[in-house]
Every structure is written in C-alpha cells, then in structure tokens.
C-alpha cells in the first residue's frame, strides 16, 4: 500500500529565504508523486510532478523538488520565499494499475511567510 | 473556461440528516473523484467515476454513503444518517482521462463544500 509523510505539519521561514518542505513516501511499485498547493477557500493547485524522466522537478511558481529513490523522498524547495507563498502544501503518490487511480496525500504543511 | 465547481459550498446539518453534495467537473472530463478533507488531515480517497460508472468505490467509509454520476458529468455524492464524524471539506476532481502524467491526466480540483454535522 501507498502512503505519503510530510515532516513539519507547520513551516515559518522569512521573506526571501530558503522554502524546504519535506515529504517522504512508500510505495510497492515506482510512484507517480505530486505536489500540490491550497490557498484559502480554494481547491488544491498541482504545482509539480514526477514522471521518472529526471528526477529534479521544475514546477510553477519558482518551486522545484527532487526524487531520490534511495531516501524515498521527494522534497518540495524554493529558493527565495514571497508573502504569495503563503499557503498549505501536499504531498501525494499514486500507484497506477487496472482502475486504481487516486491520489493519497500527506497530512499537510502548513507555510508561513513572515515579512 | 470554467473550473470545477462545486455547491453548496457550506451546508449545516443536524446529526441523522440526508444531505447532497453537486460536483460539476470540467466539460469534457471523463474520470471523476471525491475526497474527503477532515481538520488537520490531507484529503482521502473517496470514490472515482470513469464516465458513468463507479470504478473504484474503495474508499467509502460505510454504507451510509453513495455517489451518483447518471449521466457521466454532474455527481452527487450522497450521505445517509449523517453522523457528527462526518464533519469535513469534501472535495470534487475531475481529469481528461484517469492515468498517465499527460497534462490531459492532471486531476483538477474544486474549491470543495464544507459539510457540519451538528
């Protein structure tokens, strides 16, 4: 069975430094992994994802996060956070095969950028 | 165009209440799902529509709860006999098609109804 563990259910770091935002996951058979955001009263946003062609991800907003297979982890970064940053943040896997289709997320990151 | 759309976006409700859910996906998008957002938690599978019918209903906690897709694009999910636990966001996703990581396969979410069981 898959599942996802985002260490840190909260994040705070400041305007302009450094977003490391960590997910760990488990899976019986090569993932598909996802991040996703959610900004207030809004429904979640896929910012990247991977696919298995590189396992550095470039995805929306400046955001970045690699696949390292022997760490099972698939850390979500930025390099210099804004206020619009500010946001929850999830990680998902996703195990294809016959019908099973469905996302399974971590609990969450909730980040905070402070001024 | 428009996103996915999903009412009410709040509904209240006492405890042994029948209550309906509307999920209205993106034109065209043939794979629908539901999950369920409780407080402090990512969201969970519920159920996945491909056209018409239920492919997958593995998530559904119980017997109380059931989703309609009749005509392969608006659903309902369904919740019998509701029970303060089952308090939570629920959110709607739909997709061109269910699998691949083609951009057409990128599920797309809706802004979710939050449900209070009382």
Redesign the interface.
């Known amino acids: 069975a898959q599942s996802?563990t985002?260490l840190g259910?909260h994040v705070s770091v400041s305007e302009g430094a450094l977003v490391l935002l960590r997910c760990n996951y488990s899976s019986s058979v090569p993932p598909?992994l996802f991040w996703?955001v959610q900004y207030p009263?809004?429904?979640?946003?896929?910012l990247l994802?991977y696919?298995s062609a590189a396992t550095l991800v470039k995805g929306i907003n400046g955001f970045e996060a690699e696949f390292k297979k022997s760490e099972t982890s698939f850390h979500l970064t930025k390099p210099s956070a804004h206020m619009s940053d500010a946001a929850e943040y999830?990680c998902?896997v996703r195990e294809?095969g016959g019908?099973?289709?469905?996302?399974?997320?971590?609990?969450?990151t909730l980040l905070t950028v402070n001024p | 165009g428009a996103g996915v759309s999903q009412t009410p976006s709040n509904k209240v409700t006492e405890k042994g209440k029948y209550v309906e859910l509307r999920c209205d996906p993106i034109s065209g998008h043939t794979a629908l799902y539901w999950y369920r957002q409780s407080l402090g938690q990512g969201p969970e599978f519920l159920i996945y529509f491909q056209g018409t019918g239920a492919a997958d209903d593995s998530g559904l906690p119980n017997d109380r709860f059931f989703a309609v897709r009749p005509e392969g694009s608006v659903s309902t999910l369904k919740i019998q006999r509701t029970e303060r636990g089952d308090s939570a966001v629920y959110l709607c996703a739909s997709s061109l098609r269910a699998g691949g990581l083609l951009k057409s396969h990128e599920q797309f979410f809706g802004p979710g109804t939050r449900l209070t069981v009382l």
Do not use: C, P, R
């Open positions: 996802v985002q259910s598909y996703y009263n809004q429904g979640l946003q896929l994802k696919t999830f998902a294809d019908s099973n289709y469905k996302l399974t997320f971590g609990k969450g």
